[in-house]
């Protein structure tokens, strides 16, 4: 067997680029046609050339066909696979076989009986009584489904059941004592474990191999490739179809005469003016209104506003409540009464002042401003001294007045002129005083 870089007048360091230009000139210095003198040995040097340039244009298989190198020349013979009565690494090259066809010499006649032999000593090897089944390589008319397939899927994941005892490196017979001969077994065991996995990888690295250059692949990969691009255009295909259907549904949606847009807006102005006649703006007629209501004191639309929030809100302290209930418990907390009281009392001093005024005596001086605690203290005392409102037909004398501020509690009725309530000190008054006296201070404003 000669060496690939021999065949192509190459050193072991050449580059790709100097590989693929041997390639070129040896191709046409040995080709068949150029050769008609002797066409037989112009085709066999031809393999050579060819079957070089395969493995050394390859990266990977050249780095593997360099640590291999000098066991793959010597077919097997003093390298790691000595057992190996096929001598596997030299089918690693193109010239074992013959053109792609069943002849004997030819590429599924060679590797079907490569496998076929490695296949037997796996069966003879194993160390259990199991059946193993190996599927078969086929040949060039065989279906890639059933069988190129299947064959390929199994041998590319190969794992040897063979023992490989030849690889032991020490004779356990002549170990000294037991812990010599335990230490022996463990080497056997690892160098047979390394042997099994080395040469499990040698035959899944053949499979891949020939994969690589079997025309049912190759032919199978073509076609996938031709359904591919079949479906890519025929997915193109539709989607043209369906650009095309959707042009035309927006070009028949754009000349509905009932969608465009100058008949929408002759509709609205139509509608709009009919609106307008019928109705009218409406803008005069809300002034009007509003400035009717203003004139007449707020309006109709206000006082019934007032009016309906007049039960939830309290005009002494100024604050509106969510509901009856909480107005009630508002009414019946001693911060209302103080303050109605304080609030009727500013509401009679402020009638005295209007009377006096009217009947042209001169008004006292005005009191000054009280301070925030005066005021509360103020309100206070008003409230533990609360005079009773009087009635429409009698007026405050000065006699009840001065009862009322020295704090001499009388009682009275409603129909009695002038009567005032009692003091109440510490007391809480009841629920029936309480609502009277509200009723008096929203009737004082």
Known sequence: MRCHYEALGLPRDASAGDVKRAHRRLALLHHPDKNPDCPEDATEQFKLIQAAYDVLSDPQERAWYDNHREAILRGGQDGEAEDDSHKLLQYFTGACYSGFTDSPQGFYAVYRAVFAGIAEQEVEGAPSAEELTFP???????????????????WQSFCTHR??????????????????????????????????????QLVRQLAAFVRRR??????????LQQVNAQKHQRAQQLQRQQAQRQARLAMEYQE?????????????????????????????????????????GGGGEM?????????????????????????RNHERSRRHRETVALLRQQLEAEERELQEAQSG?????????????????????????????????????????????????????????G???????GGREQDGSTQERAECASQGE
């Not at 023992?163 to 080497?187: P, V």
């Not at 025309?215 to 199978?220: D, F, G, L, N, S």
């Not at 009016?307 to 509106?320: E, L, N, Q, S």
Request: a negative charge; hydrophobic letters at 20%.
């Open 361 to 417: 005596q001169e008004l006292p001086p005005s009191a000054p401003r009280l301070s925030k605690k005066d005021r509360r203290k103020k309100r206070h005392k008003v409230f533990t001294d609360t005079p009773a409102s009087p009635t429409d037909s009698d007026t405050t004398d000065s006699d009840s007045q001065s009862e009322a501020e020295s704090g001499q509690g009388q009682e009275g009725s409603s129909g009695e002129e």
């Open 419 to 425: 009567g005032i309530v009692g003091q109440e000190r």
């Open 214 to 223: 079997d025309p049912r692949v190759q032919a199978h990969r073509l076609h």
């Open 256 to 296: 509905q005469s009932w969608v465009k847009l100058s008949d929408l807006e002759r509709e609205l102005r139509q509608m709009e003016a009919q609106y307008q006649q019928e109705f009218g703006d409406g803008s005069e007629e809300r002034s009007s209104g509003e400035e009717d209501g203003l004139g007449e």
């Open 303 to 327: 006082v019934q506003d007032h009016d309906a929030d007049d039960h939830f809100f309290c005009p002494a302290c100024d604050r509106t409540f969510q509901s009856v209930k909480t107005m």
């Open 163 to 200: 023992t490989l005892s030849w690889a032991e490196r020490f004779d356990t017979r002549h170990a000294d004592n037991r812990w010599h001969k335990r230490a022996m077994e463990k080497e056997n065991r690892r160098a047979c474990e390394r042997a099994r996995r080395q040469y499990s």
């Open 136 to 154: 078969t390589f086929g040949h060039s008319g065989s279906d890639y489904q059933t069988v190129v397939h299947s064959f390929y899927a199994h």
